[in-house]
């Protein structure tokens, strides 16, 4: 059975990076003596995947990730088993079951939604005047890091909104294998517009969008349930 | 002091390795401070990484937090980035649950693993806001107590620390902090307290003791200067393992430490009596936990952390009575939950070959042995009852079993070691190899790797050799060029060596006495901290530390010590007499050896307490 998994990276989890967030994760669900599906072969792990990666420094308020079990079984007594096993920072906020052939999470995410603080008022004073002038360009060239090294890329199609709301930069940004805009590589081409160095910056992940063939963006949750 | 969260999550932002410094790991401990009546501040003088790997942190920080009244939270060293934002924000070291200051709390508790920490004990408390000598420290300061092995000689740390707990803290814990909770409300001053402390059995307050000393440097007399302050402090022994406590819930790091997995303590001290070996006799007499009780806890433990990894912690695990049915046992309920075993400190003569095998299902690492010395005569003199034919044999079934890298661990300098000694430790590498190579080739794994590595010997209190003098640095080095020479010429074998600098303050630290006090505070003064990470390490800065003070390290690491020299830890009575002590090292001269316990008593001094060694007052066969 495939249970997919809304979770919450609190903000004391804000400095944890993926691979501790993935191993943290793989002890809550050996805590929780769920029936676990784990991989075959020599070194055997749990079946576990993220929907996507988080990164160090972001808090994360609508995370996804897929569980296989070994049997069926009743997706609300599943929360509570995990919830449970989890620390308090990690809180487990849905969980529901996904349809057998539903493709891999990974490759149903398009878009991330985010939250961004200045922290120091002077360069926010400066950076929210450049979000107009952002929007009306039509290219923006920005490194991008890939397996294979950096490359330029145009990162303006990638970010699908931008605005600035009561202290903070709210913006939905492309996320896909082939093309995706980090909030980092934003703030950075941001900045370069305003020639500004680089402020520090908080960050929220607010939630991830998936898109079904033909129709439009989703929540990717609601595009998993309904599913 | 309010901690402003804010402040905190700024400097973590800048941070490397910010997880250490975060808190919230699943099974830490948060208690509300204003319903709890002593707040306990647990510190480990070492890195998160360290420090959260260490078995005895757990079992303590555990049983404080097991009793319904009291709080316990946990310190590390910080690293040296976090500890310059610190100064620069004005944030002092905080608590990782609840992020109060070091110097909020009633009571702070160091353990003591290795000397090369103490500047780090000097370091936290400074950072934390605690007046760093005992002597100046205020009323509503806490009260600071250490214990740990290196507290068995505590007088170089005795113008920091107010009491010491010496032998198994278990019990000895509750009792401190049921005194000090008392004089916490009492309005008393911190003298009432100490006096109080030192009444406690296993409690030792260097204040309440005089030193005098002789011309030449050497203690004269040790005396205690008030009635609350025994002549000599026992040590705490634990008799019954299946009764203490041991937590069956540990905070699991979000990072990786050093030991990320769950420790399982399957007996306490040893019977071998390998006269090098300080914990040999430190943590006399040998005492087990029983198949039930550690199935049991193994259990609970994988229950309620969900390590995919289960390690079996003691001094000489191939000893353990029912090693094979353990880890049969541990296999058999652990299997359907993946989890696997690993036996870190195998002895070359004590494990089964079935459960090599065992172990090797799940994987296969790097298999250690010590044999410690590289000839036989040698061995005798350290009373490592361990011969070439042993080893051997052993890393043969280790070839065949499918491991192809081996570590062998050996010492230089030695009492009474020549530079037939030296050629043997190569020759040993050599020997090791051959076998490798004798294994047919399609029964042997592929890669082979020898490494043999030679730590320098520390002579240290309460060991037949404590009355050594460590071999000057020049001598350690030339000896260490001499293997390398020899082991240049073996193919597969490479050498390993540890720095001479650290063992040689070590040296000091270890045999010190409380004068050492004043190098320690020039030395942290002067920028010394993390002294274990040779990133970090001055030298230089401690040597003039010493000459600052008019102190002579060689006096404390180099010199052969008279049969009857006062030492300085001379106040502690660690079930062990001095008079067995000096009797086994006349037979070390001899190169003379002592049988293990478990073929017959050598009356170490343990039997003068009834009941406490099962192994005492058998007959000798
Ligand atoms: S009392 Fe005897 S058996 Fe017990 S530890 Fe000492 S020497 Fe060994």
Redesign the interface.
Known sequence: MRIGVVFEKGERLRHLGHLDLMRTMQRCLRRSGLPLSYSKGFNPHILLYFASALSVGAVGEHEIMEVDLDRNMDVSQFMNLLSVSCPPDLRILQAFEIREGTPALMSLVCAGAWRMEVQDPVSDQRLCGQVDAFLAQTTVMAMRKTKSGEKEVDIRPSVFSLEYREGMYHMVLESREARSCKPGVLLEAMCRLAVMDVPRVRLWREYLLGERQGEGMERLERLLCAN | MQMDSERI??M??KVQK??RY?????N?V?KPWDQTALHYGFCFPDTYEIGMSHLGMKILYGLVNAQPDWLCERFFMPWTDMIALMKEEGIPLFSLESRKALCQFDMIGFTLQYEMSYTNILAMMDLGGVTLKCAERKRDEPIVVAGGPCAFNPEPLADFVDAFMIGDGEEVTLDVCRTIQAWKTSGQDRQACLKALAEIEGVYVPSLYDVTYHEDGTIAAMRPNCPQAPEKVRKCIVTDLNSAYYPEKIP?P???IVHDRIMLEIMRGCTRGCRFCQAGILYRPVRERSLDRLLDLACELE??????DISLSSLSSGDYTCLADLIRGLMKKLQD??VSVSLPSLRIDSVLKESLEETQKERKTSLTFAPEAGTQRLRDVINKGVTEEDLMDKARDAFEGGWSSVKLYTMIGLPTETEEDLAGIADLGAKVTACYFRVPREKRAKGLRVVVSASSFVPKPFTPFQWCAQDTQSLLREKQEIIKAHIRNIKGVTFNYHESRTSFLEACFSRGDRRLGSVLLYAYQHGCMLDSWSECFQYDVWMQAFEACGLDPAFYANRVRGRDEVFPWDVIDAGVTRAFLWHEWEKARRAEVTPDCRQGCQGCGIQRYPGVCQYANRRRV
Not at chain 2, 22 to 26: D, K, R
Not at chain 2, 303 to 308: K, L, Q, R
Request: glycine content about 12%; cysteine-free.
């Open positions: 999550e700024a973590l932002e910010a997880p975060m808190g919230g790991e699943m830490a948060i699991v979000f990072t990786e229950e309620s952390t969900g390590y995919e939950r993946r």
